[in-house]
């Protein structure tokens, strides 16, 4: 499936066997040995923890702050996720600084509705997200009164959300009642403390 940008449509690519098999399977183990940790997020001066285990890995000095709480650094690209990275900037023409990671241990574990759009992004980022393991829905509206599109993220699959994606959708992978297994997500995005971002240019 590929959604494509219109006025009623996210300005997204879905491309569901972005990965082979094996390497998707391959991804998937080298993911489960990464620097996993339980953050801590503050909602209306609670702090709680944020509902998923994350880590992040990118270029030096490309700090990333969320939610005006969680504080991110990036740990050295890991050969399998540089090689990624480049995988996927060669594919979409845009360039990464860092991966945030997610893991979904089961439907228990979400992330609420939001938009990517930390000024350390710089402006109108684009965000390429990778899904390993269990399938599940993604959600996006636009504005907060739209009409919710469920997109299935499957095992080995690239979402790209264009830039302008985040000015006017969010989105969220809501939490779900039925059995599910692990997930793991790897968002690819940029960062103004990097080169410059996002410009279609050398790659393509
Ligand atoms: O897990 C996903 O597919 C969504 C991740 C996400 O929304 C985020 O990291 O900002």
Not at 36 to 45: E, H, P, S
Not at 64 to 74: A, D, E, G, T
Not at 109 to 119: F, L, V
Request: a positive charge; aromatic letters at 8%; one cysteine or more.
């Amino acid at each position: 499936m590929v959604l494509s940008s219109t006025d009623t449509n996210p300005p997204i690519e879905y491309v569901p066997n972005f990965l082979t098999p094996s390497q998707a399977l391959e991804l998937h183990n080298h993911c489960e040995t990464l620097a996993w940790r339980q953050n801590t997020i503050k909602i209306f001066g609670k702090t709680m923890p944020v509902p998923r285990l994350e880590c992040m890995y990118g270029d030096e000095g490309c700090d990333y702050l969320y939610s005006k709480s969680v504080l991110l650094q990036p740990i050295a690209w890991t050969p399998e996720l540089q090689q990624l990275r480049l995988h996927i900037e060669s594919s979409t023409g845009y360039r990464f600084h860092i991966v945030l990671c997610n893991r979904y241990r089961d439907g228990r574990d979400s992330n609420g509705w939001h938009a990517d759009n930390e000024k350390s992004m710089g402006e109108s980022p684009a965000i390429a997200s990778i899904t390993l393991g269990q399938k599940r829905k993604f959600q996006m509206r636009q504005g907060k009164k739209g009409k919710p599109v469920d997109i299935w993220l499957k095992h080995g699959s690239l979402l790209v959300m264009h830039p302008g994606c985040q000015e006017s959708w969010v989105h969220q992978l809501p939490k779900t009642t039925r059995p599910v297994e692990e997930r793991i997500n790897l968002t690819f995005r940029p960062h103004i403390n990097g080169k410059i971002c996002n410009e279609e240019t050398d790659l393509k």
